[in-house]
């Protein structure tokens, strides 16, 4: 197989274990990241490693270690009931990977250009206490911009149910 092109830490393809420097399956891997957090009143700036639940962003959780995305996240409930978001990724490190790469639509295993970074915008409005009116823009740099409009109604199926 070789030794993978990013060096170690690696997983090509839909291989779910990272390889080693000789391109065999590691033993053992895991990773670190740290996010830094500061709140002023209602608005929230995180920048560091993050995982973000967003209608167009989203961290999956699906393999052994979490997918993560490295960047700067600002959430702001300043105005009533109106959730403002905004923030700026450029760094991603895969579900089954211990590494950080660029951005890219199908991931750097499939060999495509690295993006300049993911910029996103959003706002959710809660218009009743069971109606949120969602919009979200996105731009990953050199491939897409993408528009998210959504309702979200909670129906509770029982009393005290929000």
Same mark, same amino acid.
Not at 27 to 41: A, N
Not at 108 to 116: D, I, L, M, P, V
């Given at each position: 197989?070789?030794?993978?092109p990013? =060096? @170690? $830490?690696?997983?090509?393809? $839909?291989?779910? !274990?990272?390889?080693?420097? &000789? +391109?065999?399956g590691?033993?053992?891997?895991?990773?670190?990241g !740290?996010?830094?957090?500061?709140?002023?009143?209602?608005? @929230? #700036?995180?920048?560091?490693?993050?995982?973000?639940?967003?209608? !167009?962003?989203?961290?999956s959780e699906?393999?052994?270690?979490?997918?993560?995305?490295?960047?700067?996240?600002?959430? %702001?409930?300043?105005? +009533?009931?109106?959730? #403002?978001?905004? =923030?700026?990724?450029?760094?991603?490190? $895969?579900?089954? /990977?211990?590494?950080?790469?660029?951005?890219?639509?199908?991931?750097?295993?499939?060999?495509?250009?690295? /993006?300049?970074?993911?910029?996103?915008a =959003?706002? &959710?409005?809660?218009?009743?206490?069971? #109606?949120?009116?969602?919009?979200?823009? %996105?731009?990953?740099?050199?491939?897409?911009?993408?528009?998210?409009?959504?309702?979200?109604?909670? #129906?509770? !199926? $029982? &009393?005290?149910?929000?």
């Amino acid at each position: 197989m070789g030794v993978a092109p990013d =060096g @170690e $830490g690696y997983h090509p393809g $839909g291989s779910m !274990i990272p390889d080693d420097s &000789d +391109g065999s399956g590691v033993d053992e891997w895991s990773r670190l990241g !740290i996010t830094g957090k500061t709140r002023f009143s209602k608005t @929230e #700036l995180r920048y560091g490693t993050l995982m973000p639940r967003l209608p !167009i962003l989203v961290s999956s959780e699906a393999r052994l270690l979490p997918q993560t995305s490295e960047g700067l996240l600002m959430t %702001s409930k300043e105005v +009533g009931d109106l959730t #403002l978001t905004g =923030g700026w990724m450029d760094k991603v490190t $895969g579900r089954a /990977s211990t590494n950080r790469t660029g951005l890219a639509v199908l991931g750097q295993a499939t060999g495509n250009e690295k /993006s300049g970074g993911l910029f996103l915008a =959003g706002a &959710d409005y809660k218009m009743t206490k069971q #109606l949120t009116g969602q919009y979200y823009y %996105s731009h990953l740099k050199g491939y897409f911009t993408q528009i998210f409009l959504g309702l979200v109604h909670l #129906l509770p !199926i $029982g &009393d005290n149910q929000y």
